[in-house]
């Protein structure tokens, strides 16, 4: 199965597409909130329709898209240098692995130039940001590029998202004027039904039989739909 082809992802697709979004930011508030693969799927879903898609790869604090860092430049002669070609409409530009380059695109007006260039060559521009709540002089700061960009969506993690990292994040784009499109949950590491009633079984139900117990475990086991697998 193709997730960009899901129906929650053509909800998002058709929002961005009524409000003309054309460069989107993909933040998340902090580690392991899949910000990288939703900017894959995104990317994947814009070049669905035959339009050119180009993902740049900007979360310098994590692993990003995967592919090692290379040697890009901001001026106009290599801009389409090392490009991934993943497939006709989709090229994927892997994080500059020269500081010198990083520490050009902190100047907003560089960051902004390099967009609308590339906005003349692809219709949608998807920046893969990482942990927006992560700032160090290696790192770009994901605010700069929210605020450069038409629209950033903000990933969290259920379970693993503390209450203030998220209205830190929040605080910290409303403060810069961005324009926050929506929040994305990701429920990789919320515990599903099953192992919450299975929880309450072993710690409240002591009073049922064993082999009680056991029976139920087994069906708590079995049910896909408790178990979030029933899509």
Not at 15 to 24: A, E, F, M, P
Not at 54 to 61: H, Q, Y
Not at 112 to 139: E, K, P, S, V
Not at 176 to 189: E, L, R, T, V
């Amino acid at each position: 199965m193709k997730p960009w082809l899901s129906e929650e992802m053509e909800h998002l697709f058709q929002q961005l597409h009524q409000q003309q979004l054309r460069i989107i930011c993909v933040a998340s508030c902090n580690q392991k909130c899949g910000s990288s693969t939703m900017s894959y799927w995104l990317a994947e879903r814009c070049s669905v329709n035959k339009t050119k898609v180009l993902l740049i790869d900007l979360d310098l604090s994590g692993s990003g898209q995967g592919y090692e860092p290379i040697p890009w430049e901001t001026e106009n002669k290599n801009k389409e240098q090392n490009l991934i070609k993943k497939h006709p409409f989709l090229d994927i530009l892997p994080q500059p692995k020269n500081q010198s380059t990083v520490l050009t695109l902190r100047h907003p007006h560089k960051l902004r130039y390099l967009l609308q260039y590339w906005q003349q060559h692809y219709h949608y521009i998807i920046c893969d940001t990482g942990n927006i709540n992560t700032a160090n002089w290696r790192n770009l700061p994901a605010v700069n590029i929210a605020n450069a960009s038409d629209g950033i969506l903000l990933c969290l993690s259920a379970a693993k998202t503390t209450e203030s990292e998220l209205l830190t994040s929040i605080t910290k784009l409303e403060k810069s004027n961005c324009n926050i499109i929506g929040i994305i949950i990701n429920d990789q590491f919320n515990p599903t039904l099953s192992q919450r009633m299975l929880k309450s079984l072993e710690n409240k139900a002591w009073w049922l039989p064993a082999k009680f117990k056991e029976k139920i475990a087994a069906i708590l086991n079995r049910s896909q739909l408790l178990q979030g697998k029933y899509q």
